[in-house]
Each structure stands twice: as C-alpha cells, then as structure tokens.
Nanobody, 114 residues
C-alpha cells in the first residue's frame, strides 16, 4: 500500500518561511513525478509545484519565485516556501501517480497570519 506522509506545516507570519516534506513508502516503484497541491477553504485544489525525475520542474503561476521544490531522495520531496502571504493559507497535499492510479497524502495545514 502506497502511503504519502507530509510534515512541516504550521502557523507563520506574513513574509515568513516554511519547509514541507513528503515521504513515500510502500511503493513497488520509484515515483516518476512528485507534486504539491493546495486547497484553501471554498476553493478548488490547485497545483503548487511538480518535480519530474530527470529534473523537470513546474510551478503554479502564483508562486512567482517564492517556492522551491526539490527531490531529497527517490522517495522524498520537499517544498521550501519563502515570503509567505496570507493567501497561501491552505491545506497542502503531496501527490504522485503510477499510471492512472493516483496517490495523495493526508495533507498538512499551512496558515499565514499575523
């Protein structure tokens, strides 16, 4: 059973930083792509960042150079978030897939507030 476990969320003031981490376990495969999504109350889930094996990286337009996704090892992906804004408040989810099968973590809450 594939499990994705996120950590690193919390409460931070505007302009602050957080580092999220996601570890995949139980997978009979090495995740080809690992992604971070987020969902704010009343809004659709949106892609924050994607890291594809081989080094291809994509970010949501709202990131604007503030976040950095990195592949720590074959089963771990991190998201460094700097210059956080109140509108970044959301539950952040780790995601991967194997073919058409998708896997999601349980989510970690990020709250940006003074």
């Amino acid at each position: 059973q594939v499990q994705l476990v996120e950590s690193g969320g919390g409460l931070v003031q505007p302009g602050g930083s957080l580092r999220l981490s996601c570890v995949a376990s139980g997978a009979p495969f090495v995740p080809y792509a690992m992604r971070w999504y987020r969902q704010a109350p009343g809004k659709d889930r949106e892609l924050v960042a994607q890291h594809i094996s081989g080094g291809s990286i994509n970010y949501g337009e709202f990131v604007r150079g503030r976040f950095t996704i990195s592949r720590v090892d074959k089963n771990t992906v991190a998201l460094q978030m700097d210059d956080l804004k109140p509108e970044d408040t959301a539950v952040y989810y780790c995601h991967t897939n194997w073919g058409a099968t998708e896997y999601w973590g349980q989510g970690t809450q990020v709250t940006v507030s003074s």
